[in-house]
């Protein structure tokens, strides 16, 4: 049977993406694991996440699985979800730590300053609720999703990419802030698809389909 691997490092909502993941892709096993030899084994693997770099990047490598998911991220189709995209970055901000370096760029803190809308109101931080996700370029995991599509974010943190070739979607919230990143067989992505209604389980649907 086909396999997906849901990365279990003590951080994410864990339970909410396998259950969407069984619900759009019913013909595959769904498995959350702590273990580098099953998620050397899957099909596919996703990363989600929730909370702060400092205990993620910990937590992988406690359980020994940094080095699993750097492999991962080079060999099968790989999605991650919040902190499971800012971890694919050189170095965070928050907590100033290192992340895996899959990717060159940073993970930056939104900026108080900038924080307000086009009518010069404040915006709270976390940026926490629904927002616009426009796309930069065509994608198979946006097929069917309109650009402009609604989901949902709850973060304070955001990448920031060295190569604009990497952003594959952006978001307004006080600045544009890039909000999904792809190369190759890598899709990431600041928001939670879990939590993001019917273009959450599309996109999750694409991820599943795709043929990178």
């Not at 490092?9 to 909410?16: A, E, F, Q």
């Not at 949902?152 to 307004?172: K, M, N, Q, R």
Request: net charge negative; with cysteine; charged share 15%.
């Amino acid at each position: 049977m086909k396999t997906v691997a849901i990365v279990d490092y003590g951080m994410g909502n864990l339970r909410s993406v396998a259950k969407a993941i069984e619900h759009v892709a019913p013909d595959y096993q769904v498995l959350v694991t702590a273990d580098p030899a099953v998620l050397a084994a899957a099909g596919r693997v996703i990363v989600p996440g929730q909370g702060a770099m400092p205990d993620c990047m910990r937590e992988l490598k406690a359980r020994g699985l940094a080095d699993a998911v750097v492999t991962a991220a080079a060999t099968k189709p790989f999605l991650g979800i919040c902190i499971g995209l800012q971890m694919l970055f050189e170095h965070s901000d928050e907590g100033d730590v290192a992340g895996l370096g899959i990717f060159p760029g940073q993970v930056r803190r939104f900026p108080g300053e900038a924080m307000h809308d086009a009518a010069g109101v404040p915006l709270k931080v976390p940026h926490m609720g629904w927002n616009e996700v426009w796309q930069a370029a065509a994608h198979p995991l946006w097929n069917g999703i309109a650009d402009g599509e609604r989901f949902y974010f709850v973060h304070s943190y955001y990448v920031e990419p060295a190569t604009p070739d990497l952003i594959a979607g952006s978001t307004l919230y006080g600045p544009s802030f890039t909000s999904a990143v792809a190369r190759a067989n890598i899709f990431a992505v600041q928001f939670h698809p879990e939590k993001s209604a019917a273009s959450g389980l599309r996109l999750l649907d694409n991820f599943m389909h795709w043929q990178p």
